[in-house]
């Protein structure tokens, strides 16, 4: 049987503080680097569909 699920925790204080800090910081990435991305990620998909076979 699944255990419950707990309550989302409130943060308070400086946890709250830093956590809206890490949450304003993004990491924006070229153009260069979503195009390695992407081409990385179709090869992937490649990869796995041709060894996992979907029967429906």
């Known amino acids: 049987m699944a255990r419950p699920i707990r309550e989302t925790p ?8 830093l956590f809206m800090d890490r949450m304003h910081q ?19 998909l490649q990869i796995a569909k041709q060894t ?3 029967c429906i």
């Open 26 to 44: 993004v990491d924006t990435m070229s153009m260069a680097e979503r195009t390695a991305n992407r081409a990385a990620l179709e090869y992937r």
């Open 52 to 54: 996992i076979a979907v």
């Open 10 to 17: 409130i943060l308070l204080g400086d946890d709250a503080v």
